[in-house]
């Protein structure tokens, strides 16, 4: 009855985000709010995480890219390697990174400069973007930057005509996804990060099982904050970026 549609998966997902908005917002009251913008902590935290984040998810999404441009027109035992990491949970990839990464000064666990966190990541998110774009790239009809040649057209308008009009969504889903679970993840920043500023998502963690109960509110409140705004971009790519891309993809700019 179910089978090939998403939306009991949605309904089911979107309920569990709600309840959970719910039970968070309840918890709180407009003073944790207002004492968010004078939480000079939290902004410390706020910012590592973005940084991370993005720097992962840009650096993953730049290697993925390429690699699946790569395996286009090819098959075997490499794209197969590709996939190991995605059987390996975030925890094991950190546990990885300690055993490996921990005599090199530079990039060891616990420096200052977080690069253990960005290649973990970069180590799990890149198979994951590259084979949610490769499908993608092997429907291009590589027909259209023939004809972009044709015309005269310089090699980033080939490019953007012929493959980027059709990959720019699934590209910024991705990566969507990748800067979501590495914003608000616990797991890797746990083991590999530094003491102080943390990764949000462990600084929420902390908040809410300390001995000092007070401080449960103010997670709660960071949490109800950072979800609607995650909500908010998947709005935007919803509503606004993907019509676009849909009508550039069929030739369309009004």
């Known amino acids: ?49 973005l940084y991370v984040a993005s720097s992962s998810t840009l650096l993953s999404l730049g290697i993925a890219f390429g690699l699946a441009q790569f395996f286009t027109q090819r098959t075997g035992l490499a794209e197969q390697v590709l996939a190991l990491p995605l059987f390996i949970p975030h925890l094991g990839a950190a546990y990885l990174a300690i055993l490996y990464l921990s005599n090199i000064p530079v990039i060891g666990p616990h420096e200052t400069s977080h690069l253990s966190l960005i290649l973990t990541y970069i180590y799990k998110e890149t198979p994951f ?15 259209y930057e023939e004809l972009g040649q044709l015309l005269g057209l310089s090699k980033i308008r080939r490019f953007w005509h012929g ?18 679970f590495v914003l608000f993840a616990y797991e890797v920043p746990a083991l590999l990060g530094v003491t102080y500023p943390k990764m949000i998502g462990v600084y929420v963690f902390d ?22 705004c995650l909500l908010l971009i998947l709005a935007g790519f919803t509503w606004w970026i993907r019509p676009i891309t849909e009508r550039l993809s069929k030739g369309r700019i009004e």
């Open 1 to 49: 009855m179910w089978r090939g549609n998403a939306f009991p998966a949605v309904f089911l997902i979107a309920g569990m985000v709600l309840y959970g908005l719910f039970v968070s917002v309840s918890m709180t009251t407009i003073a944790d709010y207002q004492s968010l913008l004078t939480d000079s902590v939290l902004i410390e935290s706020l910012t590592l995480s």
């Open 163 to 180: 493959k980027g009009i059709f990959l720019l969504f699934p590209a910024l889903e991705a990566s969507f996804i990748v800067f979501a």
């Open 129 to 143: 973007i590259f084979f949610y774009l490769l499908p993608v790239f092997r429907r291009l009809d590589h027909r």
């Open 207 to 228: 908040l809410y099982t300390q001995g000092d109960l007070s401080q449960q509110p103010t997670a709660f409140a960071i949490s109800v904050v950072l979800t609607v």
